[in-house]
């Protein structure tokens, strides 16, 4: 990829991590339709099939939830070990290195998984390849971040992210497919769904050593060389060093990392967690805003309505099948609505972006929890409350699909300095892999306990998400990740005390840059110097 530079390097590398991105949703919509195989359900011991007609074929009837969804749930066990692991491996060795050595990691699981002959099996299956899956989550959009512009950075991931759903578009209607296969009781309806993310992991694996360095890791390492030309690739057609663009990058780049090198200290988990030597950087506090923020992220929904909409389809009146085509077409909502999130979340920002979704999103799953028990308590009204529920399904994942899918997997990519930026990314992994499991096993229990009104739960907790969005999450679109550490290093946690400390902090550093140049310029005015005295004052400087 030596030859690319400007916009084609800059797709290249959107695409080389949109492949991770997609395997990270295949493999996630892939147990869905997993579970509901016969052959699946019968050798893990879950329960029973019966044959329901020449339409319907064998389907699965699970005697054993609590197994079921502990097989699911210990994959994010695995992500939560993987995620710390890759977060320390990718500011140690680069981001490329970690990223190779979590593709090797998910190759390995995912051949034991799809060899599975035991409950046992499958879970330590699971965990390994959870563990690959942690590392990629950490350092793909670490490394996304740190190639796009400050204008783009937003855009750029989430783009990601429609390949993200479109791998779970893939999964399911590859499942639905293979549905059809003789009765049903064929062991590829599972075991080659679970087979095939071997493929995008392979073709991302090849593409991986023909891809650029972080040129924010490089300088870090001391490999400046190496990073200038990286960036004259980045932000130049041509491929120029010395594009004003680049130029301007690679110093404040070399600024920040000398600031932070006198906080070394403060680079590991428990220091940042605690917030230990950060040199007034207030690490602990970013920590804290990316853990809550994956965490909430699951709570406002997503993992319910995944859950409930095909009963809510069921209940609808429609038959086996058609809730199986609505379920597809709603991913495929889904998917299509992420495009609606490129185009907004850095035009209107992150904050804006959290709020609009958490009302449309909360106003969504209340009615569909309203018109789910109108359903129940009206039958013969099927059609009409049924229909109703179905659409507001529908809004729902389209809402979350352009906000709250992607906001919170970017928004720590820009919070954290350098130094610590892949640990960082890491704790956000960590909080998402907390949440996700923490529902994997609630959201049956809750459903079986409350019905329909888990959804209400979860409609109220989009509505309490907006102010602690409006007092603590403050906004990081188009600015540059260097400055960053002008909003954090206020030493109020609300976002109106770090705005001005942004401004205030950013205009004593513009004020600094035009004195420098200044000087500079006046430098040649001055008496004739030897040209050896002239490097002797640089160096005293």
Excluded at 48 to 69: F, H, K, L, N, W
């Amino acid at each position: 990829m030596s030859k690319l530079a400007g916009r084609k390097l800059y797709y290249t590398i959107n695409a080389v991590a949109g492949l991770a991105i997609f395997f990270f949703g295949y493999d996630q919509g892939m147990m869905g339709g997993v579970n509901t195989s016969p052959d699946y359900v019968r050798v893990m011991k879950l329960g029973y099939s019966t044959y329901e007609g020449p339409s319907e074929g064998y389907v699965a009837t699970i005697t054993e939830p609590t197994r079921q969804g502990g097989i699911v749930s210990i994959y994010y066990f695995g992500t939560l070990l993987g995620c710390l692991m890759g977060g320390i491996l990718g500011d140690r060795i680069g981001r490329i290195k970690t990223m190779v050595l979590g593709s090797l990691w998910v190759l390995f699981g995912a051949a034991l998984q799809c060899s599975a002959q035991n409950i046992a099996w499958m879970c330590c299956a699971r965990i390994i390849n959870g563990i690959g899956t942690g590392y990629l989550n950490a350092i793909v959009p670490v490394w996304s971040a740190e190639v796009a512009t400050h204008t783009s950075r937003g855009a750029f991931i989430a783009s990601e992210f429609t390949l993200n759903i479109f791998g779970v578009v893939v999964a399911y209607w590859l499942e639905f497919g293979l549905g059809f296969i003789g009765d049903g009781t064929s062991q590829v309806r599972w075991r080659f769904p679970i087979a095939f993310q071997i493929v995008p992991v392979l073709a991302f694996m090849a593409c991986l050593p023909m891809m650029p360095e972080s040129p924010r890791w490089l300088i870090k390492m001391g490999r400046n060389a190496e990073a200038r030309e990286i960036l004259g690739r980045l932000r130049s057609e041509d491929g120029n060093i010395e594009a004003p663009q680049a130029v301007r990058e690679y110093e404040d780049i070399i600024e920040t990392v000398a600031l932070e090198k006198e906080h070394a200290s403060r680079n590991s988990y428990l220091s940042m967690f605690f917030g230990r030597n950060d040199g007034g950087l207030h690490i602990a506090r970013r920590v804290q805003l990316s853990i809550w923020l994956q965490i909430v992220q699951e709570w406002v929904g997503i993992a319910a309505i995944t859950v409930y909409a095909p009963t809510i389809f069921a209940e609808a009146g429609y038959g086996a099948r058609k809730s199986q085509w609505l379920s597809g077409l709603n991913d495929i909502t889904y998917m299509l609505s992420t495009l609606l999130a490129v185009v907004t979340i850095d035009r209107l920002g992150r904050r804006i972006g959290l709020w609009w979704g958490a009302v449309g999103q909360g106003i969504s799953l209340i009615l569909a929890g309203a018109f789910a028990r109108l359903l129940k308590d009206h039958p013969e009204k099927a059609s009409q409350y049924g229909g109703a529920a179905a659409l507001f399904v529908f809004m729902y994942t389209a809402i979350f699909g352009a906000t709250w899918l992607t906001i919170p997997w970017v928004y720590p990519t820009e919070t954290f300095p350098l130094e610590v930026r892949a640990k960082g990314n890491a704790f956000g992994v960590f909080g998402w892999s907390i949440g996700n499991g923490w529902l994997t096993l609630l959201n049956p229990v809750m459903f079986n306990r409350i019905g329909e009104n888990t959804l209400h739960v979860f409609g109220a907790i989009n509505f309490l998400s907006i102010p602690m969005v409006w007092a603590f999450y403050p906004e990081t679109a188009n600015r540059t990740l260097e400055e960053m550490d002008y909003l954090f290093m206020s030493k109020s946690p609300f976002v109106w005390d770090e705005e001005e400390n942004f401004r205030r902090m950013k205009e004593q550093a513009e004020e600094a840059r035009l004195e420098g140049k200044t000087a500079a310029a006046a430098a040649p005015a001055l008496p004739a110097t030897p040209a050896s005295e002239v490097v002797d004052v640089k160096e005293e400087k």
